[in-house]
């Protein structure tokens, strides 16, 4: 069973950055279509962004694209979301997902396997 584990989640002022990384147990997730979602209190979980096995294919929430980046190192095991110009309402927490189906990306992501998230604040 592939585990996930977030890090990076913090108190930032708004205009801040954060990066946050998700690293995975094994060397096989690197085969792995891979994402980002988040939860803000009250809210259901959304997609912010997915990458392919490669990390050459990407896609992003419409509201977040050219704020927020994905990208992967397979030698690491690890996925990485930066973000940027930070506001108030990025508040959540942010989990890593894994879809071991796929190496691909599809329209809509499909995850099997969850990290415990890693909570970011933004300050107004």
């Known amino acids: 069973q592939v585990q996930l584990e977030e890090s990076g989640g913090a108190l930032v002022q708004a205009g801040g950055s954060l990066r946050l990384s998700c690293k995975t147990s094994?060397?096989?997730?690197?085969?792995?279509?891979m994402a980002w979602f988040r939860q803000a209190p009250g809210k259901e979980r959304e997609f912010v962004a997915g990458?392919?096995?490669?990390?050459?294919?990407?896609n992003y929430a419409d509201s977040l694209r050219g704020r927020f980046t994905i990208s992967r190192d397979n030698a690491k095991n690890t996925v990485y979301l930066q973000m940027n110009s930070l506001k108030p309402e990025d508040t959540a927490a942010y989990y890593c997902?894994?879809?071991?189906?796929?190496?691909?990306?599809?329209?809509?992501?499909?995850?099997?396997?969850w990290g415990q998230g890693t909570q970011v604040t933004v300050s107004s």
């Open positions: 990458t392919d096995w490669s990390g050459q294919s990407t």
């Open positions: 997902a894994a879809d071991t189906q796929r190496t691909y990306l599809i329209s809509v992501f499909q995850p099997d396997t």
């Open positions: 094994e060397r096989a997730t690197s085969r792995y279509a």
